[in-house]
């Protein structure tokens, strides 16, 4: 049987890991040696057509060709307004050129194995939501990838912590990376992961701290009397494969110095490590606010804390480290590799799900079977109508940070005489007020025409890859109105899946 992968899908990098036959994930390195993969797409034209090339000569053509260029698409991930227009004349959604990103990545796995893949196991960060979930498992089924679970980030790290070290307690993951942040606690033991509590931030990471970066260096560069270079898409793209460059400078020296060639003239910018922790400290004490909640909510203290993971790329910056070994009183852990640990821990989980499909067990700790307890990332509810009949109000059914899969339900009435069908609204959020939530779906039911006040229930399921299920109950007469699926409102329908699966698959990836 062709092996199972794992798949980081990151917003900046990707990275794709299998489980050898010895029990030890190794990262597969890409068909140009690499072992991460840049999560940039440059659509050429030939022949009338497209033809993507993916990864690193992708992403030095930013500066080049802006505006065939598309990166940090998870960005848009369950956004359906999103589009990339290519200058092939194609239009893209954000799920197509995770597509294109996928595809790209199975095809380099297929190489490294010499084997077909068909089964993956893809990771999103904790706090995504349902729509961008779904979004994830639809870029891999386009992609020609039979998705086993989608498995979140700091998850998928902790595995590959604790099969590496045998580990056990509690540990805290700390990730930070291309473009999001997420923070988990879980206690490890006896080959069982229970997930205490995560939150996280989709709009907070490496490609915000450089967006600060380009702002000094754009500043300084005016302060010379140069032009205003944020105006140029092309003079962006420099800056922001310049600011990355020096941030990655600053994680080593205490000073760096920045050329930038423009308006025909040589700009020299020098940044110190200390100006460039004070233009980005808002954006840490954001993940200190969220870490710190964390372990309020799962009422665990830092001396409770066993074990310190940093995940991702951005927290190779000293002042992410400092900050959290400050917050902890006690060193990280340096074992765990920032850009490998959650393809590893992918692998491990796609070797477990492949081995569970067909009946069998793998046992990777010590004969104990591997159990992942996650949770629920945000709360599930159900827009309902207070007691004066006018103001709607957001039910939370399953509350944040419930252990999963999980089912729960609702007791809700009819609010009119006759009433002849039930408007099911689901939203992910913790909010009562509805404009703070969002709705993730909806599905109009038949009624029969019962007086105000009928007892209707509605179930809501979790199941492992955090996407919803609703069953609604005619209490009157104990019948189910039905079990579905919501029609969800951000993602692609059964038609667009399809379209978008055939117009991937005759596309050449380089």
């Known amino acids: 049987m062709a092996r199972a992968i794992g798949i980081d899908l990151g917003t900046t990098y990707c990275a794709v890991a299998v489980l050898r036959e010895t029990g030890e994930p190794e990262i597969l390195p890409n068909r140009d040696g690499e072992d991460i993969t840049p999560s940039v797409v440059l659509f050429q034209e030939f022949g009338g057509s497209d033809e993507p090339l993916v990864g690193t000569m992708a992403k030095h053509s930013a500066a080049s060709s802006p505006d065939d260029v598309v990166q940090f698409v998870k960005r848009n991930m369950g956004d359906p307004s999103w589009r990339f227009d290519s200058s092939g004349g194609a239009s893209y959604t954000a799920e197509e050129v995770s ?161 930038i060639s423009a308006d025909g003239k040589p700009y020299r910018v020098p940044v110190e490590r200390s100006e460039f922790e004070r233009i980005t400290a808002d954006l840490l004490r954001r993940t200190e606010d ?31 480290r400092g900050l959290v070994e400050r917050l902890a009183g006690r ?40 159990v992942v307890a996650d949770v629920t990332s945000q709360a599930l509810g159900v827009i309902t109508v207070a007691d004066d009949l006018r103001t709607q109000v957001n039910t939370i059914v399953i509350p944040r940070n419930s252990k999963i899969p999980a089912k729960l339900s609702e007791d809700l009435l009819t609010i009119r005489d006759n009433q002849t069908a039930l408007h099911v609204e689901v939203t992910q959020g913790d909010d009562t007020d509805p404009q703070y939530v969002v709705v993730v779906g909806d599905k109009t039911l038949p009624l029969p025409p019962y007086p105000k006040g009928a007892p209707i229930r509605v179930i809501y399921a979790y199941d492992i890859d955090q996407t919803i299920f609703v069953e609604v109950i005619d209490l009157t007469t104990n019948n189910s109105l039905g079990t579905f699926e919501v029609d969800r409102l951000a993602n692609l329908n059964d038609d667009q899946l399809n379209a978008a699966t055939a117009k991937v698959s005759k596309l050449s990836v380089l």
Request: net charge negative.
């Open 290 to 320: 969220l870490t710190e909640m964390v372990l309020e909510d799962a009422g665990v203290t830092w001396g409770q804390v066993d074990h310190l993971l940093l995940v991702g790329g951005s927290t190779r910056m000293p002042m992410v």
């Open 99 to 259: 597509a294109i990103i996928l595809k790209r990545l199975k095809e380099d796995a297929e190489l490294a194995l010499g084997e077909p893949v068909h089964d993956a196991v893809i990771t999103v960060p904790a706090y995504f939501d349902d729509a961008r979930r779904t979004a994830t498992k639809h870029a891999g089924k386009i992609a020609g990838l039979n998705v086993l679970r989608v498995l979140n980030e700091p998850t998928a790290a902790a595995l590959s912590f604790g099969l590496d070290t045998s580990a056990e307690g509690i540990v805290l993951v700390y990730d930070l990376g291309g473009g999001t942040f997420d923070v988990t606690l879980m206690r490890i033991q006896n080959g069982e992961f229970d997930v205490l509590g995560t939150d996280g931030d989709r709009n907070l990471g490496g490609f915000d701290f450089d967006n600060r970066l380009i702002e000094y260096l754009a500043e300084k560069v005016q302060s010379q009397g140069g032009a205003d270079l944020l105006g140029d898409t092309s003079q962006v793209a420099v800056l922001r494969e310049k600011a990355e460059m020096a941030k990655r400078s600053l994680t080593t020296v205490a000073t760096t110095t920045v050329h």
């Open 331 to 370: 060193p990280a852990d340096r074992s765990v590799h920032p850009d490998e640990a959650v393809a590893l821990g992918a692998a491990i989980q796609a070797a477990v799900e492949q081995s569970s499909s067909i009946g069998e067990q793998l046992d990777l700790y010590e004969g104990q079977p591997l």
